[in-house]
């Protein structure tokens, strides 16, 4: 644990310093002029230790630059032009919870690319604060304590892509001359989980457990690879009959708190036009019939946006169940059906990147290549080439 001490000057000003044991002496840092100041380095001192308190001290004091934690609110008013306020919610957690404790009090001109990987290292490092939250739990109520699992390499690498775009808005804005975040490496997912998908068998068994009202939009789902927030939010203006087609140009974006606010889908290739088979066409109109250019065209009973955590946890799971499919399905695994089952019809991927909106051909080879047996039948044929047969004795 760490103290802080208070002196008071005879002119009245007070000033403040925090104290802190090593080998069992009791050590104080420099003076530090606010409480507030003072307040984050004993936090610092608490939870990540003194050197790193003592670092970012040294580095205050040969630097008059902003800080980290000063430039980051300016990094979201930039990037705020483009993103939702949910967006921007979610980098504020995620910087408040990984680098901004660690590096948040440095001066911009200070943070080192080696600052940046010994950030990478601590934060690996950390628990996953949902089973801290169970092991407290379990512990209150006198239970088994839960094993405690640390953070997934995905969490690491969006703390640090959020850290890098901020640094080099700096880079931009002139106050710093390069990025030190760039190139750092990050840690990769030792495995990539193949991603759960419908048989044939398993669909038609599923489609006829859904629940008729919601038959038109698990169908949209399948035959477009349409996320769930790119599909409840489709308007009947967007289906075109005259040229089976639906445009695919807006999705629902989290908005602050638990809200959610229309706007353009995950990239800018998101934004797509997808050709439907003639029955899904007719199944479509039907559901547009009666309502307004402007209405969605999959709604709820009761008129309002499908809320995605309780269709899933309600209709989906249901019919899941009610189809006696016990595989981890969900709404999102509709996409992943979509394109395998165009994949291993054939289709090439260039068309199938193009229908699911993937920014690039990378990521639809990445997630879906290893379906890709045609195209590896083709490269086997072309090779032309086998060894000599063995002359008989």
């Given at each position: 644990?760490?103290?802080?001490q ?22 104080w840092t ?15 001192i ?8 003592l ?18 609110p ?12 949910g967006t921007?919610?979610?980098y504020?957690?995620?910087a ?15 943070i080192?690319r ?6 990478i ?6 628990p996953?604060q ?5 092991r407290?739990?379990a ?26 775009s ?17 190139g ?12 759960e ?13 859904m ?26 203006r ?7 087609t ?15 606010v229309?706007g ?32 969605m ?12 955590s ?9 019919a899941?169940?009610k ?12 996409r ?7 994949l ?9 990147q ?9 990521t ?14 083709q ?8 060894p ?6």
């Open positions: 644990m760490a103290t802080i208070t002196r008071t000057a005879k002119s009245g000003v007070e000033t403040y310093r925090v104290g802190y044991y090593l080998d069992g002496k009791l050590k420099q003076t530090l002029s606010d409480l507030a100041g003072a307040k984050n380095i004993k936090k610092i608490e939870t990540q230790g003194h050197e790193i308190a670092q970012i001290l040294e580095a205050q004091d040969a630097s008059d630059a902003l800080t980290l934690a000063d430039w980051f300016k990094h979201l008013a930039i990037v705020s032009i483009n993103a939702t306020e921007l919610d979610d504020q957690k995620v408040a919870r990984s680098f901004l404790p660690r590096l948040g009090e440095l001066p911009l001109d200070m080192t080696q600052d940046v990987i010994d950030f290292a601590w934060y690996k490092q950390q996953n949902r089973t801290v939250d169970a407290k739990k512990q209150r109520e006198g239970r088994p304590l839960p094993e405690l699992k640390y953070l997934k390499p995905k969490s690491v690498r969006i703390a640090h892509g959020l850290l890098s901020t640094l080099q808005t700096a880079v931009e804005g002139g106050h710093l001359d390069r990025n030190p975040a760039k750092v490496p990050v840690p990769k997912d030792d495995t990539e989980e193949e991603k998908i419908f048989s044939r068998d398993e669909w038609g068994l599923f489609y006829e457990a629940q008729d009202y919601y038959k038109p939009l698990v169908a949209f789902m399948l035959v477009t690879g349409c996320r769930i927030g790119e599909a409840t939010a489709v308007q009947v967007d289906l075109n009959v005259a040229t089976n639906v445009s695919v140009i807006r999705a629902w974006k989290k908005g602050k708190g638990r809200s959610r229309l353009s889908p995950k990239s800018r290739r998101s934004r797509r036009f997808v050709k439907l088979p003639d029955w899904a066409v007719e199944i479509f109109k039907q559901a547009a019939a009666g309502k307004k250019r402007d209405d065209l999959f709604p709820s009973p009761t008129g309002k946006r499908i809320d995605s309780n269709f899933g946890s309600r209709q989906w799971s249901r899941l169940e189809a006696g499919i016990d595989k981890h399905l969900t709404p999102h695994s509709l992943h059906t979509y394109a395998s089952w165009l291993m019809a054939g289709v090439p991927p260039q068309t199938v193009h229908i699911l909106g993937h920014e690039s051909l990378q639809t080879s990445e997630v879906y290549g290893h379906l890709l047996l045609d195209a590896q039948d490269a086997v044929e072309a090779l032309g080439w086998e000599p047969r063995a002359i008989a004795a």
